[in-house]
């Protein structure tokens, strides 16, 4: 189970590089999967959006891009401190926050949609990260959860254990001058539950209509559910 202390002390450590970090080790391709998380939530314009662990900023700037009314939590300062200077005037409805995903500083019902863009596989509690984010959406509002995954086809499954707990950490290493936070990814994403047994743990919480969608041969994984009306918060 990831220790809150030493998960924020790593993204701390590495903010400074994230952004780089992302979009070198991916080839480009992080800011399509969280595009297409914005597309799964479907028309967002005036909506109100809660990113959970929200980083750098980068999923919540692409809900307001599509006029949504946003509001990312995380609980690193430095990260979201990288995640400031990209509120820009015209984009009034991006607001970020210090603060758990455990506990988000959001009242019950508040929000259309809440989001996690890998950010869910480093919370403690996992369960309890799921249940917080259904507490703040609306009967009807979606939950959904973009995270790393493996590959179905075996010899690109191959292929990616090899990068991903080989090359990247080396690579991850040369960047951020941080080893560690580049053996935490793979060994943590190894670790991840397959799609269908995270979508149980979205339906045990009392998410309804869940389902995925295989990203990129499968490295990554969106996730969603609605909140089912009458629902407690
Ligand atoms: C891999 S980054 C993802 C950032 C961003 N969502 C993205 O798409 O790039 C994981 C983030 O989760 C945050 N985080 C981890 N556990 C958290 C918690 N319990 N509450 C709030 N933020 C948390 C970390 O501070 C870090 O910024």
Known sequence: MPDPTAVRSMFARISGRYDLLNRTLSLGIDQRWRRRVVERAGAVRGRIVVDACCGTGDLALAFARKGAKVLGVDFTPEMLRRAGPKRRPGRGGLLFAQGDALRLPVSDDAADVCSVAFGIRNVADRRQGLLEMKRVVRAGGSVLVLEFSEPVSPPFRAMYRLYFTKLLPRLGRLVSGDGEAYEYLPRTVLAWPDPDTFQGEMEDVGLVSC??????????????GSVPAGSPS
Not at 211 to 224: A, F, N, P, S
């Open 211 to 224: 389902g995925y969608e295989r990203l990129t041969q499968g490295i990554v994984c969106l996730h969603w």
